[in-house]
């Protein structure tokens, strides 16, 4: 290995390069790790287990709070693991460092597969090692054909109930993110650029929340990260939904569709405060965490400041006001809530879309959540206190009342999951090879599980729904012989013209639930 200038570049150690970007925060060190333009006019953040193209530019931005230095190290399953550096680098407290340089981005070239790389740094107080897994992957592998040209429906086997993945449990929620996409437009602008320090901050902690139901967008609102999985939010936002979808904030100048999207949990909810606690896997975008102020720090008359989403296409809009005064055990009937708080009765130019979303001091410190607006033209934020008693009760949520809500926010197959499902034998050794489905009767399988290599497991499902040859949806079954040593994922090709594959959905934990979402 070549070891003549302190950042080795070859191709596979430039493949590297791309996954400076860590989900623990704690640390006193940060990386984040931009695809950006060739010209750097644009820029998107990766986040940790993104799949990401095979060609594209990069900037890797390291921040650190204390001095030290840094090293990384790397391994594929064709490259043992090594360093990417000739030395370790040097850091001082305060310094951001930008690799290669401001102006400068990395040209990468990849090869498909799995990477999993250490970050090291060892500094006065602290000696922080993390391990990671991000995917280079060209999906036109997958969508050269929809299979379905190459099928043999001649050799008809009997069908093997144990061979089904349980697909009908799957939450793959195609028009979930048509309805995302169709709705979602440039966000921000120039002015997060030039926007305030607390702005910045504010923005960093605040996610935009997306309240669905019946597969229709119920509503919208903000809520607050705690942490990178934890988020607090009003509880009339995320009311009688049947699933709840989180988009942390991402960074400047990058459009919603770019940004990556969480399914959340609800942990528990209080009527009263109108205050809820829902939960994500962890959120490794370029966020930050909020801090609460007590609310005996308050005064009438000082400036408040408030980062919430007024409209689906005006998402992260800064707002500023003052305190009018302290209410406390305030009542309040509105949107199903009974509210009996204390609350900060202030002037912030606040509209519902601001629901859930912090109101904060000059120093960017959390007093309040703002919740409600009444015909007076005043304000009301449920106060920072109710919010720390609150997050002291314990998780209980067990679903909503209503019965028209999914329990659990589960789909169960019925019993009749597997019927219509017909499966062949392609290489006529007595097992079947691939199964389908045809939903209208019409001699076309609209859905297929796919077993390429005829090893007795299904290693794709497609999906073709308006039988346009072209496959929305291809699940790359983890565990399989094709994808093994890795989790479900899910491709969608939202225009549905086979031009390529535009999001990615995770599912970590194997509960046959999308956990996160990233644009390709």
Known sequence: MQKGRNLVISTIRIIILIFLTISAYASNIDFDLYLTTPDQSKSIHVSNNEIIPLEGNLQIKVYSK?????????????????????????????????????????????S???????????????????????????????????????????????LDESSIYEIENFKNKYSTLMEINEKVSNIRGDLTLRG??????????????????????????????????HIIT????????????????????I?????????????????????????????????????FSDEGTIDVGMNTHAVGHPDIQETWTYARGYVNNLRKNYTAEYSEISLNANVIQNST??????????????????????????????????????????????????????????????????????EGYECFDQNKDGKSDFCGRDLNNNGYLEIIYVDHDYDGSYDEYREDENENEVDELVIAIGGSSKYPNTHDKYYYDLED???GFDEVGHDYDGDMIVDEYHSI
């Open 349 to 418: 130019d606040v509209i519902p879309g601001f629901s859930g979303g912090p109101l904060s001091d000059e120093n960017g410190n959390v007093i309040g959540i703002n919740s409600f607006i009444m015909p007076d033209g005043f304000q009301y934020a449920v106060t920072s206190n109710e919010v720390l008693n609150f997050l002291k009760k314990p998780n209980d949520f067990d679903g909503w009342d209503n019965s028209s809500s999914s329990e659990n926010n589960i789909e169960i197959a019925d019993d009749n999951s597997l």
């Open 196 to 229: 305030s320090s607390i702005y910045s901050k504010l923005a960093k902690g605040t996610v935009l929340i997306i309240n669905y139901k019946n597969d229709q967008i119920l509503g919208y609102g903000s809520g607050i990260l705690i942490d990178s999985q």
């Open 112 to 158: 498909s597969g799995e990477v999993n790389f250490e970050l090291a740094f060892k500094g006065e107080t602290e000696t922080f090692l993390k391990k990671t897994t991000v995917y280079a992957f060209d999906t036109e592998n997958l969508i050269n054909s929809s299979y379905r040209d190459q099928l043999d429906l001649t050799n008809k086997v009997s």
């Open 255 to 291: 459009e919603l569709k770019d940004k990556s999207m969480h399914y959340a949990e609800i942990l528990k909810v209080s009527n009263e405060k109108d205050l809820a606690l829902i939960k994500t896997i962890p959120i490794s975008d370029d966020i930050g965490f909020l801090e």
């Open 234 to 253: 009003n509880h009339h936002v995320i009311y009688d939904t049947d699933e709840l979808y989180v988009v942390p904030y991402g960074g400047p100048n």
């Open 66 to 110: 204390e001095d030290g230095f840094i090293d990384i190290f790397y391994e594929s399953q064709e490259t043992p693991r090594d360093s990417i550096l000739l030395n370790p680098i040097e850091i001082k407290a305060g310094q951001v460092i930008t690799i290669p340089s401001e102006d400068k981005s990395f040209n990468l070239e990849l």
């Open 497 to 499: 013209d086979g031009s």
